[in-house]
């Protein structure tokens, strides 16, 4: 089956540092999306990604589709305290319901 | 802010039980899922939803379960008689229209302990 790996696994920083992670698929994804999942709730959407190298911004987070269809990555800038989470990546296809998701990247923020 | 609603936010029950997860989605959407976690892994698709009928299902969604949407507003996941390996959180979602590809809003899960 389809598996998105990301990395790292975890990152702990300090408050106002920029953050990088990243996601790669064994095959190829029409759609990417970035999601966020606090304690005790669901997946929160961040951004959606449609076209291939595309660039798209939401406030402090900026993701990109990667050319291969095969991998994005998604930054955060001046990390805050409620940056705190699991970001989840996740592919699609059109013509297909189902989102994979990806293994997850831990933020911890180091007061 | 119109949200999916989830019932119960925890349930636990002893093997072989029946258990029914209750969902609200978004009063406009038109496409629902139902979704699960196993503690501490990723969010596994279980099954998509859509003009009263299933339109995918994954492997994990074997004749133990079934859902339904019983009036114009709940979306249910019956698992008809549980096992051990079924706890997780199991999370509903839904989606406005199929060009929101990908776009769906999720509750905030039912977690189900099977004892």
């Known amino acids: 089956g389809q598996q998105l790996n990301q990395s790292p696994q975890s990152m702990f920083i300090q408050e106002g540092e920029d953050v990088s992670m990243n996601c790669t698929s064994s095959s190829i994804f029409n759609t990417w999306l970035w999601y966020k999942q606090e304690p005790g709730e669901g997946p929160v959407l961040l951004i959606a990604l449609y076209k291939a190298g595309e660039l798209t911004s939401n406030g402090r987070l900026t993701a990109q589709f990667g050319i291969t269809r095969k991998d994005s990555f998604l930054n955060i800038s001046a990390s805050i305290p409620s940056d705190v989470g699991i970001y989840f990546c996740?592919?699609?296809?059109?013509?297909?319901?189902?989102?994979?998701f990806g293994t997850g990247t831990r933020l911890t923020i180091i007061p | 802010e119109p949200e999916v609603t989830q019932t119960p936010s925890h349930q636990v029950t002893q093997m072989g039980q029946e258990v029914i997860l209750r969902c609200v989605p978004i009063?406009?959407?038109?496409?629902f899922y139902w979704y699960r976690q196993i503690l501490g892994q990723k969010v596994e698709f279980l099954v998509s939803?859509?003009?009263?009928?299933?339109?995918?299902k994954s492997e994990i969604f074997d004749d133990q379960f079934s859902v339904e949407r019983p009036d114009g507003s709940n979306f249910t996941l019956k698992i008809r008689s549980t096992k051990l390996e079924d706890s997780a959180m199991y999370f509903c979602a839904s989606k406005e229209a199929e060009v929101s590809h990908g776009e769906l809003f999720f509750g905030e899960g039912s977690r189900l302990t099977v004892l």
């Open positions: 009063s406009n959407h038109l496409y």
């Open positions: 996740a592919g699609t296809n059109f013509g297909n319901e189902k989102l994979t």
């Open positions: 939803f859509y003009n009263n009928e299933i339109s995918e």
